[in-house]
């Protein structure tokens, strides 16, 4: 964000006095801070996150001991991918928490647990607690349901939270973009379709309904519903984050060439201004370009994202890409990296160190994915920030058990991705899943339906650029079972 944001705030909060909007409940001495702080709040939660900043920014200028607005910095810092300066504000509201009321120092304390800790179980057990203590406080629920649940794979809570939070509030957005969300992660996709329409019908949007749309839009087969909203996109100011879900979508089908040009779209948009979210867009296509075959492109992807950031996810996302393309010390010494910086951290723990450790170690690769299979069909913080990560540890263990020549068990583990398709949406695994289950088919001494595996890959791949390394390895694999 720019550094002089006053004209942007100061014109917020003309506005939302003009409307004679209602101060929001925080602690302070400032009524100038508390006014900020609540035009922050109503520009939150009716254009989300990255347009509210300035305005809790300008809130901890203010009133530099004003420890909530630090949290809901830190909080919408994080919402756009900016984790290393959303740990930062989150750490500052934490320090001044003895400052805050009750259910303040709920949302600070869950908020750093989820922020900067990692510790997802701990941010659970905060929010929890939290509900219980104050039953009409909406953003417990809202958060539950969107950013804790998720992530252990307990999406039917997830739908639950988000109904109690529409209940409390109908016009507040959060609740129907996490309700949309884990109906798709179910592959309810009707009823996440309803949902949205439900949130249209009472005028309740967010940009970040484009998004989640748009991969809806993709699942259904809504090609005129996705050129709607990347035409929106723009307009609402998320155009670099559409761009980036164009590129995985396109890379899906093997479109590789397109799917390069939208990449380095979205990262020309926000390179100088959001250095993370940059480096994140680079680390997915890092991992995009490993999945396909090209080695060299995804290191050098992978060495362009550490050069802009390396922060959690982006790091994973590097360390990912660099461990399929065989450099392992590379991805190893970034893996203890991540041990020893997030000890705590949920999806480090339970997803990251583990996938990370099976591709540096094939022997004992199924062994170290053991940890990760309690919340193997959640959804990982870099889903959240990079929209990738999701059901990785299933598909290196499927890899481990082909290397191991245990067709059997390794066509479960492929099969599991195809049976879960609103997790994976576009990535690249999604398409992949195909071929490899033929692998796994000819391991297990069935012909027949190995070629109806390629087949399915190959249908998929019908217009792919013909140069891409994993079709050519499909279509050679395929000719010999004719």
């Known amino acids: 964000m720019p550094a002089n944001s006053g004209p942007e705030w100061a014109e917020s909060l003309a506005t939302v006095e003009k409307h004679d909007t209602p101060l929001e409940e925080a602690t302070t001495s400032s009524l100038e801070a508390l006014k900020v702080y609540s035009t922050a709040w109503k520009v939150h939660s009716t254009a989300g996150p990255g347009p509210s900043i300035p305005l809790y920014k300008r809130a901890t200028e203010i009133d530099p001991k004003f420890a909530v607005a630090y949290s809901f910095l830190g909080r919408s810092y994080g919402d756009i991918g900016e984790s290393a300066l959303s740990a930062e504000n989150t750490t500052k509201a934490y320090q001044l928490r003895d400052r805050a009321s009750d259910t303040e120092k709920f949302f600070i304390m869950a908020t750093y647990y989820q922020q900067v800790t990692g510790n997802l179980e701990k941010a659970r057990e905060t929010y929890e607690l939290w509900g219980q203590a104050y039953p009409r406080e909406i953003r417990s629920p809202s958060l539950l349901s969107g950013a804790i649940y998720p992530v252990f794979g307990e999406y039917e809570k997830a739908i639950e939270a988000a109904k109690t939070s529409i209940a409390i509030d109908p016009n507040f957005p959060f609740p129907y973009l996490t309700l949309g969300t884990a109906y798709q992660l179910l592959d309810r996709l009707p009823e996440a379709a309803a949902t949205f329409q439900q949130a249209s019908g009472r005028k309740v949007d967010i940009p970040d309904f ?273």
Do not use: C
């Open 210 to 482: 484009l998004l989640q749309r748009y991969d809806l839009a993709f699942l259904m087969g809504d090609k005129s519903g996705m050129d709607r909203l990347v035409a929106q996109a723009k307009k609402l100011g998320v155009e670099d984050s559409m761009s980036n879900h164009e590129a995985f979508v396109l890379a899906y089908s093997g479109h590789l060439e397109q799917a390069r040009m939208m990449s380095r779209k979205a990262v020309d948009l926000v390179q100088q201004t959001q250095a993370e979210t940059a480096a994140l867009y680079q680390a997915g296509a890092a991992v995009r370009e490993v999945f396909l075959g090209n080695v060299a492109d995804a290191k050098r992807s992978a060495e362009a994202a550490l050069q802009l950031s390396k922060t959690r996810d982006v790091q994973y996302g590097a360390a990912f890409a660099l461990a399929l393309s065989g450099d392992s010390s590379r991805s190893r010494a970034l893996a203890n990296d991540l041990e020893k910086r997030f000890p705590e951290d949920t999806s480090v723990r339970t997803s990251y160190l583990p996938t990370l450790r099976a591709l540096l170690d094939p022997a004992r690769a199924i062994e170290a994915l053991r940890v990760a299979t309690p919340n193997e069909l959640g959804v990982p913080r870099s889903w959240f920030s990079g929209t990738f990560g999701q059901l990785y540890p299933v598909y290196v263990r499927g890899l481990a058990y082909l290397a191991s020549h245990q067709g059997t068990e390794a066509a479960a583990e492929f099969q599991k991705i195809l049976d879960h398709r609103g997790i994976v949406a576009a990535d690249p695994i999604g398409a992949l899943a195909h071929l490899q289950l033929g692998g796994a088919f000819i391991l297990a001494g069935d012909k027949t339906k190995a070629k109806a595996a390629y087949r399915d890959f190959l249908t998929l791949w019908k217009d792919a650029d013909p140069d891409v390394p994993i079709l050519k390895q499909a279509q050679t694999e395929y000719a010999k079972l004719q």
